[in-house]
């Protein structure tokens, strides 16, 4: 496993579980490294030159900067190296592989929270038939959800993710700065959030839109902008999501 962060840490767990033996932790920091080795119960390292030869599988888990800085410091031989980056394509490791992936887990990961992987999408891309045959079998112990694609469409996929999860959770933060200047909760917020979040996986989210812009309801627009005045970033994204909306619905 080479990294230690959120997603090496919630993907080792998920292959140590389903049997298979992580031999070593690789990761830049002395403290990360062997946390997580401590977890998957392995060796770890922070010299490149000391990963392990004898292996099947190099699982790439580190920044989408840092994958060509890691390919360039050692050579991978035979064996099978994936990266699990959702925006980098797979030809970055032609230079430096003879086999190589995409192992793409399609989910968010915090190091804390333990994940089920059961009903995750792993995006799965390979450089042969017989690697992409190896990362099917390997995706296949962990998750009943196996998507074949390509880099384009993965990069799609993670741009739209940046919309609907990134995205969404810092308009939760924008929602909980708002409510703190009026010494209001968060919490009273949680049950739209969960009654939104079901509405879209039983119709489209298209058709499960509401709020004043959908009903073009300037008088109740205008009087969130005057409430924005104190905070122009926020009534340029308010403005700029409201006509986008009427644009959808027109």
Same mark, same amino acid.
């Given at each position: 496993?080479?990294?230690?962060?959120?997603?090496?840490?919630?993907?080792?767990?998920?292959?140590?579980?389903?049997?298979?033996?992580?031999?070593?932790?690789?990761?830049? !920091?002395?403290?990360?490294?062997?946390?997580?080795?401590?977890?998957?119960? *392995?060796?770890? !390292?922070?010299?490149?030159?000391?990963?392990?030869?004898?292996?099947?599988?190099?699982?790439?888990?580190?920044?989408?900067?840092?994958?060509?800085?890691?390919?360039?410091?050692?050579?991978? %031989?035979?064996?099978?190296?994936?990266? !699990?980056?959702?925006?980098?394509?797979?030809?970055?490791?032609?230079?430096? *592989?003879?086999?190589?992936?995409?192992?793409?887990?399609?989910?968010?990961?915090?190091?804390?929270?333990?994940?089920?992987? *059961?009903?995750? $999408?792993? *995006? #799965?891309?390979?450089?042969? $038939?017989?690697?992409?045959?190896?990362?099917?079998?390997?995706?296949?112990?962990?998750?009943?959800?196996?998507?074949?694609?390509?880099?384009?469409?993965?990069?799609?996929?993670?741009?739209?993710?940046?919309?609907?999860?990134?995205?969404?959770?810092?308009?939760?933060?924008?929602?909980?700065?708002?409510?703190?200047?009026? %010494?209001?909760?968060?919490?009273?917020?949680?049950?739209? #959030?969960?009654?939104?979040?079901?509405?879209?996986?039983?119709?489209? $989210?298209?058709?499960?839109?509401?709020? $004043?812009?959908?009903?073009?309801?300037?008088?109740?627009?205008?009087?969130?902008?005057?409430?924005?005045?104190?905070?122009?970033?926020?009534?340029?994204?308010?403005?700029?999501?409201?006509?986008?909306? #009427?644009?959808?619905?027109?």
């Amino acid at each position: 496993m080479i990294g230690a962060g959120n997603l090496a840490t919630q993907l080792g767990l998920a292959l140590s579980e389903n049997g298979h033996t992580i031999v070593q932790v690789w990761s830049r !920091t002395l403290k990360s490294a062997a946390k997580l080795a401590a977890k998957l119960k *392995c060796q770890y !390292t922070t010299d490149i030159s000391l990963i392990y030869y004898e292996t099947d599988i190099y699982i790439i888990a580190v920044s989408d900067q840092a994958i060509e800085e890691v390919l360039a410091k050692r050579l991978w %031989g035979t064996a099978l190296v994936v990266h !699990t980056a959702g925006s980098t394509p797979m030809s970055i490791l032609y230079p430096y *592989c003879k086999n190589f992936g995409v192992f793409y887990p399609f989910q968010t990961f915090t190091i804390a929270k333990k994940v089920n992987f *059961c009903q995750v $999408p792993v *995006c #799965i891309e390979a450089n042969s $038939p017989q690697n992409l045959s190896v990362l099917k079998e390997l995706a296949g112990s962990i998750t009943q959800n196996i998507r074949l694609f390509d880099s384009d469409q993965r990069q799609k996929i993670h741009l739209a993710a940046v919309f609907v999860c990134n995205f969404v959770n810092h308009l939760y933060t924008i929602g909980a700065e708002l409510l703190k200047e009026d %010494g209001l909760d968060f919490e009273i917020l949680i049950p739209l #959030i969960l009654e939104t979040a079901s509405n879209v996986m039983n119709h489209s $989210p298209e058709s499960s839109q509401t709020g $004043p812009a959908l009903r073009k309801d300037k008088i109740v627009m205008n009087k969130h902008l005057a409430s924005l005045e104190n905070h122009p970033d926020l009534k340029k994204l308010y403005t700029l999501v409201s006509k986008r909306i #009427i644009k959808t619905h027109k």
